[in-house]
């Protein structure tokens, strides 16, 4: 995986380059210019950019909470063998609010994707943290999301800006 400024992710792989190199497999254009961070775990690659505006007042035109945040969710063969087509364009539901980072950090196993948005969120500034969003177990495209409400409230005012995700473990 590699990131150029372009808006592009370029998946790479082992031997596609010839024996024993890394090569090209796909190009995936990404409408943001820039995005800060991104995991890869089997079929699924997740990008984060917890500067990206988005639209929560129905004018998709002109997105109205900059930096806000989005995660975008790609899947490998979606749109065609070795596509890496994009399955979800996500951001905060309830509680978005400008310059909330949702998307700072993101860390991918399985179908789930942790979401970390350090500035918090306008219902409970106390629930600043990380989001796990969950892919459904019927594989329907459909995403589900748990809060992690911050557990040092007081001293911690960047929880959520770094992550990973091991088993259970986040």
């Not at 024996?19 to 984060?48: E, H, I, K, N, Y």
């Not at 329907?140 to 992550?163: D, K």
Request: charged residues 15%; hydrophobic residues 40%; glycine residues 18%.
């Amino acid at each position: 995986l590699n990131l150029p400024l372009q808006g592009q992710l370029q998946f790479l792989g082992r031997d596609a380059g010839g024996p024993g190199q890394w090569g090209l497999v796909r190009s995936v254009p990404v409408p943001s210019l820039m995005f800060g961070t991104v995991d890869l775990d089997g079929d699924l690659a997740v990008t984060g950019n917890g500067d990206e505006a988005v639209d929560h007042d129905g004018n998709p035109a002109t997105p109205d909470l900059a930096g806000a945040g989005v995660v975008r969710v790609f899947g490998r063969h979606a749109g065609g063998y070795d596509n890496w087509g994009l399955l979800a364009k996500l951001h905060k539901g309830s509680g978005a609010k400008q310059d909330g980072h949702y998307g700072s950090s993101v860390a991918l196993e399985g179908g789930r994707v942790a979401v970390g948005y350090p500035d918090g969120d306008a219902v409970s500034p106390a629930v600043a943290g990380a989001g796990v969003v969950e892919l459904t177990a019927t594989g329907s495209g459909v995403w589900t999301e748990a809060t992690i409400p911050n557990p040092f409230l007081a001293t911690a005012a960047e929880f959520g800006g770094a992550l990973s995700v091991d088993g259970p473990y986040l």
